[in-house]
C-alpha cells in the first residue's frame, strides 16, 4: 500500500487543526460524490457522500461541501487525529443507479503530534 | 461478516502467464466492479457488473475478462500478462441504486509481473 501515495499532493497538518482536502471533478452529470479514505495496505473505506443537489453534508467531523459552479469538492476534517493520516480520494458516480465510481488522483494527508 | 475477500493478497506472473484474481463478496451485493490502482493515478475501473449474468467495460478494460456466474462472485482473468499490468487490484461491491452509496472494497492484490 505504501505505493499507493507516492506522486501524490501531501497536506502536512498538526494533531487538532482543521484539514480540508481539496478535489475538482470534470462531469457535471454525476449523480452524486462520495470521499473514501484509503489507509497504507487497505482498500479504500468510505466516508461521506453528497447528492449533486446539495451544497453541504455534515458528519462525524467531517463535512463535504460541492460548488458546482467551480466543479469543486472539499472535505474538512475537525480536530486531525493521528488515525486521519490516509489518502483519500473523491470520486463521481454517474447516473443510472450503478453506483460506478470514477476516482480523482488523491491527496496523502499526514497528521504531525 | 467477511464483506469483501481477496484471493490471493500477492502475485508474481511471468510475461504472458495468464491467471484469475477471485473476488467473492457475502453482501448479497447486485453490483461489483474492479479497480487497478497505479501510484499517483488513483483507482481506475477496469469492469463491472449490475448483477449475475452482466458485465459491462469500464475505462481500462484491455487484458481483462470477467464474468459473473453468480451473485456472490465476480473473478478477473489476465489471458496474458504484461508488464504494464502490474499493479494493485481492487475488488468492491455495493447495492445497485442511489439510496446507498457505500462500496465495500476488498484488502487488494499486489500483481508483479516481470
Known amino acids: 500500500g505504501e505505493s499507493v501515495g507516492l506522486h501524490l499532493p501531501t497536506l502536512s497538518v498538526q494533531e487538532g487543526d482543521n484539514s480540508i482536502i481539496n478535489c475538482a471533478y470534470s462531469?457535471?452529470?454525476?449523480?452524486?460524490f462520495i470521499w473514501y479514505k484509503q489507509e497504507s495496505g487497505k482498500g479504500p473505506q468510505f466516508i461521506i457522500d453528497i447528492r449533486s443537489n446539495m451544497d453541504k453534508r455534515q458528519g462525524q467531523r467531517v463535512t463535504v461541501l460541492l460548488n458546482k459552479t467551480v466543479k469543486h469538492l472539499s472535505l474538512q476534517i475537525a480536530a486531525t487525529q493521528p488515525g486521519d493520516s490516509a489518502v483519500y480520494f473523491c470520486?463521481?458516480?454517474?447516473?443510472?443507479?450503478?453506483?460506478?465510481?470514477?476516482f480523482g488522483a488523491g491527496t496523502r494527508l499526514a497528521v504531525h503530534p | 461478516n467477511a464483506g469483501v475477500t481477496q484471493t490471493p493478497k500477492f502475485q508474481v506472473l511471468k510475461t504472458g502467464q495468464s491467471m484469475t484474481l477471485q473476488c467473492a463478496q457475502d453482501m448479497n451485493h447486485e453490483y461489483m466492479s474492479w479497480y487497478r490502482q497505479d501510484p499517483g493515478m488513483g483507482l481506475r475501473l477496469i469492469h463491472y457488473s449490475v448483477g449475475a449474468g452482466i458485465t459491462d467495460q469500464g475505462e481500462v478494460p484491455n487484458g481483462y475478462n470477467v464474468s459473473r456466474s453468480t451473485t456472490e462472485d465476480f473473478p478477473l482473468r489476465l489471458l496474458s500478462a504484461a508488464p504494464s499490468q502490474t499493479s494493485v487490484y481492487f475488488c468492491a461491491s455495493s447495492w445497485h441504486g442511489t439510496e446507498n452509496t457505500e462500496a465495500f472494497f476488498g484488502q487488494g492484490t499486489r500483481l508483479t509481473v516481470v
Open positions: 470520486a463521481e458516480v454517474f447516473s443510472g443507479g450503478y453506483n460506478k465510481l470514477i
Open positions: 462531469n457535471s452529470a454525476s449523480d452524486y
